[in-house]
């Protein structure tokens, strides 16, 4: 009992233990201090994949990904022999229910060297000297390679909009207009230098 | 359009660069670091016969004593540095290391929530506001596991399902609690209210009310209105799309909250301007006859429940 101090119970009239909790409210209560949360304010966190096959919204299912840690490289004596600080994470690019074919056939181009035979895509980190950190920087590395691939494939696949394909028509035919402009102006030069202008 | 090798890559960008010469050969600013060089006044500093030979050097400004009282504390007329000496906020350090060894070796009951008052029962942890200290800073010391070549499902993790009150917590920290079920809220505890959790018994003997918390400073305000840092003044469903999000990020899975036998517990939070679980501010503990004194002035009522206007007469 939290109000308990050196095994004496304070308030024997209260109730049972479910009672500790039954609130008092006073004036900055959680929930008047948030009344009616704007969705806007609450932050989306992805949980499931985007609809979009070119586009990733940061979503990696963790359970999917086999994780596995060992001992580090590099000096340390018996602590580096002993703790298994190196983080490894694989998982089947072929085969991962989270990725679209674009994304996969592309991050199978862009990182074939982290592929291996069976098409297990292999990351590891041993950044840091704590296991747990290096973990989050395998995701870490793998979310941004996945970004990256969903970044080139955005980009070469995006459609200019009609306001901006007429801009350019118009841009490039006032080129046009001028550079035969000044060939006429040219040619006028060079005729007015003829002996019989 | 598939995309240029790194060779190709590379090559092109030979090919537009300009000359190689010695200036590109260099290294760059702050690529190399010349060591401390280790001069002979360093060894021993003239300390060989008395009682600080072989031990490590003291911390800045120790003279004589425990080592919350240094120098630059004690008098502090220094204006170009350490201004604010005696202003700074302190958190002592708790581990998860610590934690689950307290709570394995049966100081802490993992089946209540484990808040700043619990922890300074067992008398293994001190906080006292008499030294600038805010209360429990949670570490993530112990939030990996020790063993080589072990399975993160067979090791031995931070495995406690906790309800835990902290008054400031590393992402990381936050990250191994959640990941075992557990729930990590930072609140923040002004002085006197401090003063109050750390000892209760002392607070209940002096006979005074028992105190409401006030709002944090405006330099903290933002820290615990975060969702991120789990504060007590953060929307619940901030929070819950924080919890996702740090889930996402280190790598684990979040558990599923279906036990519904722990559920009362898990979700119990103070009032912002609660000390202890079960009691309002303004309640009065009678150790003596074991019963709660609580007022009925409307003007008492009206303080201890925290509202700003002003109070009503009689």
Known sequence: MI?????????????????????FRGAYNVESLHPQQSSSAIPKVPASPSDNPLQFNGYIPTEEIDKSFSTSSGPGGQHVNRVATRAIIRFNVRTAKWLSDDLKKRLTERYSHRINIEGD???????????????????????????????????????????????????QEQANRMRLLEKRRHSMKKESRAKDF | MGSKSATERALNYLRRAP???????????????????????????????????????????????DFYKPWQRIYPGATFFNQDIN??????????????????????DPSLPIDLTALCNTRQYRCDPSLRQFG???????????????????????????????????????????????????????????????????????????????????????????????????????????RSELALKIGYALPDRTDDAQHDMLAARKDPLQVFFGLAPGWVVNLADQTLLKPKNPRLLHYYSGRLDASKDS
């Not at chain 2, 202003?87 to 394995?104: F, G, N, V």
């Not at chain 2, 959640?178 to 002392?202: N, S």
């Open chain 2, 136 to 242: 429990v800073q949670l570490t993530d010391e112990g939030a990996s596991v020790f063993a080589a070549k072990v399975n993160l499902e067979g090791a031995s993790v931070f495995a406690a399902k906790v309800n835990l009150e902290v008054q400031w917590a590393s992402e990381t920290a936050i990250a191994a609690v959640e990941r075992a079920g557990g729930v990590v809220t930072t609140a923040y505890y002004d002085p006197i209210a401090l003063t109050a959790a750390v000892d209760p018994l002392k607070w209940f003997e002096k006979g005074e009310p028992i105190p409401r918390r006030h709002s944090p400073p405006a330099d903290l305000i933002g820290y615990y209105t975060d969702a991120r840092h789990r504060g007590y003044l953060a929307s619940p469903p901030a929070v819950e799309a924080a």
């Open chain 2, 87 to 108: 202003l700074r906020r302190e958190y002592p350090p708790l581990s998860l290391l610590e934690l689950q060894r307290l709570i394995d070796l049966g100081w802490l």
């Open chain 1, 121 to 171: 895509l292999i990351i590891a980190s041993e950044r840091t000297r704590k296991q747990h950190l290096n973990l989050a920087d395998c995701f870490d590395k793998l979310r941004t390679a996945v970004y990256e691939c969903s970044e080139e494939l955005t980009k070469e696949n995006r459609q200019p909009d009609p306001e901006k394909v007429e801009e350019l028509r118009l841009r």
């Open chain 1, 3 to 23: 109000a308990t101090m050196r095994g004496v119970v304070v308030a024997r009239r209260v109730g049972p233990l479910r009672c500790l909790y039954s609130q």
């Open chain 2, 19 to 65: 000359r190689v010469t010695l200036t590109d050969v260099r290294d760059n600013p702050g690529a190399r670091t010349k060591g401390r060089l280790v001069r002979k006044k360093d060894n021993m500093a003239g300390q060989q016969y008395n009682d600080l030979r072989g031990a490590g050097k003291p911390p800045l400004g120790w003279i004589w004593g």
